[in-house]
């Protein structure tokens, strides 16, 4: 009887080293290739649906800008005194950027009664002057104003002005002042699609004699005055 525990014993010896071999060659086997599969230096991070990665700020470029220009005009020359002006432009090397205007230089005024159209009219209203006191006047026979009764010539308009109030004081209501050409011409330079080097150049020798005036304005049009 005895035995048999002593059999039963040994029998329990052998299935438990049984069982302990055949672990120990599992574990082996299961850990040597993940051993071999884990590499920390071909780990990467990929970004989740939370953090996005950043994208490079963008290159901001300057788009080239077109030029911008100014038109300028340097006028009130007299014909006498226009040659030397173009000279001080000259180094400017305007071309034909440089041009000319003309105008009639007004250096009289003229206190007039307007033309009278019928003659008997005219004589008629002659004598109601000369009956008032009204001496110093004679009737235009020529030119634009022919038949008008001239009352005055003054070289500035306040002058003439002045005696018109006088002879309206006086009961003559229909008489005017009138501006009358010298027939002189008055010259004014316009200047075309200046740079700012070249409206600081031109503003260096813009001099000139009294009444002449520099100005300048934004060209309109490409190469037009404003």
Same mark, same amino acid.
């Given at each position: 009887?005895?035995?048999?525990?002593?059999?039963?014993?040994?029998?329990?010896?052998?299935?438990?080293?049984?069982?302990?071999?055949?672990?120990?060659?599992?574990?082996? +086997?299961?850990?040597?290739?993940?051993?071999?599969?884990? +590499?920390?230096?071909?780990?990467?991070?990929?970004?989740?649906?939370?953090?996005?990665?950043?994208?490079?700020?963008?290159?901001?470029?300057?788009?080239?800008?077109?030029?911008?220009?100014?038109?300028?005009?340097?006028?009130?020359?007299?014909?006498?005194?226009?040659?030397?002006?173009?000279?001080?432009?000259?180094?400017?090397?305007?071309?034909?950027?440089?041009?000319?205007?003309?105008?009639?230089?007004?250096?009289?005024?003229?206190?007039?009664?307007?033309?009278?159209?019928?003659?008997?009219?005219?004589?008629?209203?002659?004598?109601?002057?000369?009956?008032?006191?009204?001496?110093?006047?004679?009737?235009?026979?020529?030119?634009?104003?022919?038949?008008?009764?001239?009352?005055?010539?003054?070289?500035?308009?306040?002058?003439?002005?002045?005696?018109?109030?006088?002879?309206?004081?006086?009961?003559?209501?229909?008489?005017?002042?009138?501006?009358?050409?010298?027939?002189?011409?008055?010259?004014?330079?316009?200047?075309?699609?200046?740079?700012?080097?070249?409206?600081?150049?031109?503003?260096?020798?813009?001099?000139?004699?009294?009444?002449?005036?520099?100005?300048?304005?934004?060209?309109?049009?490409?190469?037009?005055?404003?």
């Amino acid at each position: 009887m005895r035995l048999v525990p002593i059999v039963l014993l040994g029998v329990n010896i052998l299935v438990a080293v049984f069982f302990f071999l055949i672990e120990g060659r599992g574990t082996s +086997r299961t850990s040597e290739p993940l051993r071999r599969e884990i +590499r920390p230096e071909a780990i990467r991070i990929v970004a989740t649906d939370r953090e996005s990665p950043v994208a490079p700020a963008p290159r901001i470029i300057d788009e080239p800008r077109e030029p911008t220009f100014v038109c300028a005009s340097w006028g009130g020359f007299p014909e006498s005194q226009v040659a030397a002006a173009e000279n001080r432009l000259a180094p400017l090397e305007l071309g034909a950027r440089l041009s000319r205007s003309e105008t009639s230089a007004t250096t009289n005024y003229l206190v007039i009664i307007p033309p009278i159209a019928h003659r008997p009219d005219l004589n008629a209203r002659v004598e109601a002057l000369r009956r008032s006191g009204i001496t110093d006047q004679f009737v235009i026979n020529d030119g634009d104003l022919r038949n008008g009764i001239s009352l005055g010539f003054f070289k500035s308009e306040e002058a003439a002005t002045r005696h018109l109030a006088e002879l309206q004081a006086r009961g003559v209501s229909d008489a005017i002042v009138k501006p009358r050409p010298s027939g002189n011409l008055i010259i004014t330079l316009q200047i075309r699609d200046l740079t700012a080097a070249e409206r600081t150049k031109l503003e260096a020798v813009a001099i000139g004699p009294s009444g002449v005036e520099l100005k300048f304005q934004p060209c309109t049009r490409h190469g037009t005055p404003g």
